[in-house]
Structures are given as structure tokens and as C-alpha cells.
């Protein structure tokens, strides 16, 4: 049998493959190393591997820990069973609860159409709002809806602009056969670059509008070489949108699951520290998204050819016309949307409720509005959940008096903002399931021993500097995402970067937020998260494209979060000391001072 046959068969039982062979592989762990931190080793890395496989479902995954590690003797299951709905995830179900009331009755279509009218239709301005919208939407709905519900806003306003992409691509194609026959080689070179000076002047095609004469004035070259510019603008305007996603989710606690993963896995690790809330990381997150979300918009624009002297000046060309179409159309678009009806307008008030709530109810710097209840027992889930209660009674119609004195009005009952139905359909129980197995593992991780025994074999970091530290974890786990899922990757690592922290008498702040932000910068492969899927799906991208656009954006993440950290992050988390709330995990670990100082001197030399 042929070598290429066997390797079909091996890749088509690849699952089973690795179902059946990882416990084996790894059995000595049982038998190397202590008892208990072995075992919970075992099954860490067995999730590991399934997680990053997909050997089985994340979600069939993430109850593992339910089965192991009772019958292990690592964890009783009345230790396991509760991590799987703690306030972390009501606090995350409120969220999507929410965001299911927005898509029920087109708030973010209107949203969306509106900010897109605001910004223009010149590519570079369009690219702008769109990562804009994308950002904002993604905040609050998940990053795979907004992906979803944007790319064909996009696709309609591109095809507004440049025409049908199909013959966009003949146009690009057209002289290839004839090209053999020039002894001058030159425009082969020109295939890939920019237009020329002369060429901002041609016209944006949208074929069956243009005239004969305006058609006539203008050579096969110039032809192709416009196709190429509004081509690569095509591929710019796909692109942003899901990493525009994908960045905005880490500015809300409820915009990604590894923000929860970090709140859980902190209240389990350091149950003192009660410096992140939902306020205070959106104080920190959300000047961080628009720092990287304005790289990121400069970078997208200048490789795909949004950046040019036309965002200085009007001019009246036909390109501009073209525009002008694209601008008609989100204008009659928005038109056909009508006026704010009265379920739109009840969700905006409760979404800028519920929005508000959670901002002020402890924002650290001032006293919020908990302080009116005895201390500790209302937090963000409570917040949460009270607001998205009230859309399943609110009328999504408006109530009149008068309807109890007329005796021709309709009796049929009253449709609310939201029915559970609905809601259930939206929620990705699946995330919720997984979330559990992050605060299950984490806490068996504590519980075991294993993340001090870890900890022990991580001393040689000590001597990295804290910048570079940070550095390399939010790169190491920018990388690991790109194959695998964020929220499976933060599961596994945080408890060794808490525990890294913790040896090296680091604020664990200084390196688990970093990891946490660096986790949703996947942008680099289709599979890496499933914005970046939907958008290649379009079949007009390919894997080089994201991997060259995806690579620079990573090094302006990572530089973005280093940033962060080391300027507003430091005074807003007082990153410059060693906390008394980050006690070892195992009491009998004498923590180092070598490093006690390490941020403060960083923080003097910036």
C-alpha cells in the first residue's frame, strides 16, 4: 500500500487516534512524579491535548474534570461540580442574554449603518468605521455574530463602489495572455504595487455605468492596474472586519471568554484581590483596544491602498461618483430601517442601563453605587442579571390606556422584548460549559499542589526583567492561539503564569492581564478563531494575506500591551509593588524579593 493511501487512512481516524493514544503516551506522569500533582498533571495535559486537537468536542473537553478528577482522588465532585456556574459565567450569560435582545429587533444593523454614514466612503475612512462598528458591536455581541452580520454590509458597499468582484478579477486577468508578447517586462512589476500617480485619477468601475467615452480614455493597462488597487482594497475591507472583532472583545469583562477565565481564575487563586471588575477593566482595556484598533487601521489601510492624498481633499472625478453611489446606498439603506420603534428604542435604554450599571457600581477611583448594600454581596453578575430579567416582561409594544376602554382593540397577548426561546437558541452553552472547565481545572491546579510545583521548575525566569517578560508571554500566547482556542489556551497557561508570578515576587496583575489580552490576538491563520474563518470563507482572501497582514498586527499588539501595562496599567493596578493579596498559593513557598522592585525601576526608566 502506498505511503500517500496510509497517510489518508491515518488522517481520516487522526481523532480516535489521539483519543486512544494520549493517555498511554503519557501514563508515566502518574508514576514520576508526586502523587497528587501528577495526577492533576495527567489530566491537564490530556485536556490539553483534546482541547488543541479537537480530538473531542471543547466542550465534551471541558467536563473531563468532572469524571477524572473524583475518580483520581485530585478533587471530591461537590469541589468540582460548582466551578461549572459560578458568578463569572451569570455575569457572561447576562451579556449574551443582552446581546440576543439586540439582534432580536436590528439594533446593531442600525448602529452599524449609522457610524458607516458618519465616517464616508472613501476606502481608507470606510475601513476606519467599519473597524469602528466592528470594535463596538463586539464589545457587547459575540465576535463571530458581529463578523457575521458585518461582512455583508461590507460586500454591498464594495460592489456599490468597484462593481461585481468576479469581474473585477477578469479585468485584473485581462492582458496576462497578451503580456508573453512584450518584450518590455516592466508591467509584470507593476502587477503588485500601487497605482501611480496618474491612476487616482481613474475612475472606480461599476460595470454597466460607465460610458463608452469615458471607458475609451482610458488603456488596458490602466484598466488592470485600477482593478488591482480596488481589489486589494476589497481584500482590505474583508480583512479588517474580524479583526476589528476580535480586538474590541477584550475591552469589556462580557466581551470574550478569556476576560472571564482571568476573573474566575483570580478569585479562585487570590480571593483578596478585588481589583478587576467590570468597570475598572474597561478603564484599562478600552484605551488599549482604540490604541491597537488605530495601528491596526493605519497598517490595513497602507498595505491594501486606502492611504492616499484623497483623505486630504475633495475631488470631482469619476471615482468620486462612484463613491458618492456607495454613500447613496448606506443613506437609502438606513432610510428603509425607518424610525427608532418603540422595542428599539426600550433595548437602547436598558442596554445603556445595564452598560452603566456595571461601570459605576465599584469603579475603584470613586465610590459607586454597591456601597448602598452590605459590602461584598452585589457584584457584576447580580447587575447583570436584574437588568436582562426586566426584557422578558417589558412590552415590546407601547402600552396604551386606552386599550382597557376600547372594546375593538385586539386581546392577543402582549410580545416582550425577549422570549426565553429566543435567548436559549443565542446562548452558546458550549462557552459556558467551558468556562466551567477552566475554573475545575484551576482549581484542582491550587488544590493539588501542581501550580507550586510548577512554579518551582519556572525559578531560572527569575532573572528575565519583568518588561521582557511581559513581552514574551503575551507573544508566546499570541502564537499559541493561532491553533488553538483562546479560551482553552488562557485555561491552560494562567495558573503558570499566576504561579511564575508569584516566584519571582511580581504584582501577578503584571503578567496575567497580558497573557489574558494577548490570547484574542489570533489573527494570522483562517482556523485561528471564527471571524478569521467567515472571512476567508469569502473565498477573495488567501492564507498569505492574513498571515502577512496578521504578523505586523500581532508585533502592534504585543507592543500595544507592553504599553499599557507599563503607563496607565501601572497606576491604575499599582503594578509597582508586590500586593499583600498575592500570597503563595502553597503557604510553605518562602516567595524571593529579588524582583520586589523590578517594576518600580521600569516604570522610573520609562
Not at 452558546?428 to 475545575?440: E, Q, R, S, T, V
Not at 489556551?489 to 503578567?511: D, G, H, K
Not at 507592543?559 to 491604575?572: H, I, K
Request: aromatic share 12%; proline share 6%; charged share 15%.
Amino acid at each position: 500500500m502506498k505511503i500517500s493511501v496510509v497517510s489518508k487512512k491515518l488522517w481520516s481516524v487522526h481523532k480516535q487516534l489521539v483519543l486512544l493514544l494520549t493517555p498511554l503516551v503519557f501514563l508515566p506522569l502518574l508514576f514520576t512524579l508526586p502523587e497528587k500533582e501528577g495526577k492533576c498533571l495527567y489530566v491537564v495535559v490530556l485536556m490539553a491535548m483534546f482541547w488543541c486537537t479537537e480530538a473531542l468536542p471543547l466542550a465534551v473537553t471541558a467536563m473531563l474534570p468532572i469524571c477524572l478528577f473524583p475518580t483520581l482522588g485530585i478533587l471530591p465532585s461537590k469541589k468540582v461540580c460548582p466551578e461549572y456556574f459560578l458568578e463569572t459565567n451569570f455575569l457572561f450569560l447576562s451579556g449574551l442574554v443582552m446581546a440576543s435582545s439586540i439582534e432580536e429587533w436590528g439594533l446593531h444593523r442600525r448602529i452599524a449603518l449609522k457610524v458607516l454614514t458618519i465616517v464616508g466612503v472613501k476606502p481608507a475612512w470606510l475601513i476606519l468605521g467599519m473597524m469602528l462598528t466592528s470594535s463596538f458591536l463586539s464589545m457587547w455581541l459575540s465576535n463571530t455574530a458581529t463578523t457575521a452580520m458585518m461582512l455583508p454590509i461590507a460586500n454591498a458597499i464594495l460592489e456599490s463602489l468597484f462593481g461585481d468582484l468576479e469581474t473585477l478579477k477578469l479585468k485584473c486577468k485581462a492582458r496576462e495572455e497578451t503580456e508573453s508578447d512584450i518584450i518590455n517586462g516592466s508591467s509584470t512589476v507593476k502587477l503588485h504595487s500601487l497605482p501611480l500617480v496618474g491612476s487616482e485619477k481613474q475612475l472606480l468601475s461599476i460595470d454597466g455605468m460607465d460610458g463608452p467615452e469615458q471607458i475609451d480614455m482610458r488603456t488596458s493597462e490602466e484598466i488592470r492596474l485600477e482593478s488591482q488597487y480596488q481589489l486589494k482594497v476589497w481584500k482590505g475591507f474583508l480583512i479588517c472586519i474580524p479583526y476589528a472583532a476580535s480586538i474590541g472583545g477584550t475591552a469589556t469583562l462580557t466581551g470574550t471568554a478569556p476576560n472571564l477565565i482571568l476573573i474566575g481564575q483570580l478569585k479562585s487563586y487570590f480571593p483578596d484581590c478585588d481589583l478587576i471588575n467590570f468597570g475598572s477593566w474597561f478603564a484599562f482595556a478600552f484605551p488599549l483596544m482604540l490604541l491597537f484598533l488605530f495601528l491596526g487601521w493605519i497598517w490595513i489601510a497602507f498595505l491594501y491602498g486606502g492611504l492616499n492624498t484623497r483623505l486630504c481633499y475633495k475631488k470631482t472625478d469619476q471615482r468620486a461618483e462612484a463613491e458618492a453611489r456607495a454613500k447613496a446606498l448606506l443613506t437609502e439603506s438606513y432610510r428603509k430601517l425607518g424610525p427608532i420603534n418603540f422595542a428599539e428604542g426600550a433595548i437602547s435604554f436598558f442596554f445603556i442601563l445595564f452598560a452603566v450599571l456595571l461601570f459605576t457600581r465599584d469603579p475603584k477611583f470613586i465610590s459607586g453605587w454597591s456601597v448602598f448594600f452590605k459590602k461584598g454581596y452585589v457584584s457584576d453578575a447580580v447587575t447583570g442579571v436584574i437588568i436582562v430579567s426586566i426584557l422578558f416582561f417589558f412590552p415590546s409594544q407601547k402600552p396604551s390606556l386606552s386599550w382597557w376602554s376600547d372594546p375593538q382593540a385586539s386581546n392577543t397577548p402582549y410580545v416582550p422584548l425577549l422570549s426565553w426561546k429566543k435567548a436559549q437558541d443565542y446562548v452558546p452553552w458550549n462557552i459556558i460549559l467551558l468556562l466551567g472547565g477552566g475554573f475545575a481545572m484551576a482549581k484542582a491546579c491550587e488544590e493539588s499542589g501542581l501550580a507550586s510545583w510548577i512554579g518551582g521548575h519556572l525559578q531560572p525566569l527569575a532573572e528575565v526583567p519583568p518588561a521582557a517578560a511581559v513581552m514574551l508571554i503575551t507573544a508566546f500566547l499570541a502564537c499559541f492561539t493561532e491553533f488553538a482556542s483562546n479560551t482553552a489556551t488562557i485555561i491552560i497557561f494562567l495558573p503558570v503564569i499566576a504561579e511564575l508570578a508569584i516566584r519571582v515576587s511580581v504584582n501577578p496583575l503584571y503578567f496575567m492581564i497580558p497573557a489574558t489580552v494577548g490570547c484574542s490576538y489570533a489573527f494570522m491563520l483562517p482556523v485561528s478563531t471564527p471571524p478569521n474563518s467567515i472571512a476567508f470563507a469569502s473565498g477573495h482572501l488567501m492564507v498569505k494575506d492574513m498571515v502577512k497582514t496578521g504578523f505586523v498586527m500581532n508585533i502592534l499588539g504585543i507592543l500595544s500591551v507592553s504599553l499599557a501595562m507599563n503607563t496607565w496599567g501601572v497606576a491604575m493596578f499599582n503594578l509597582n509593588k508586590y500586593p499583600e493579596w498575592a500570597h503563595p498559593i502553597n503557604k510553605s513557598i518562602v516567595v524571593p524579593d529579588v524582583h520586589l522592585s523590578s517594576v518600580q525601576s521600569l516604570n522610573a526608566t520609562l
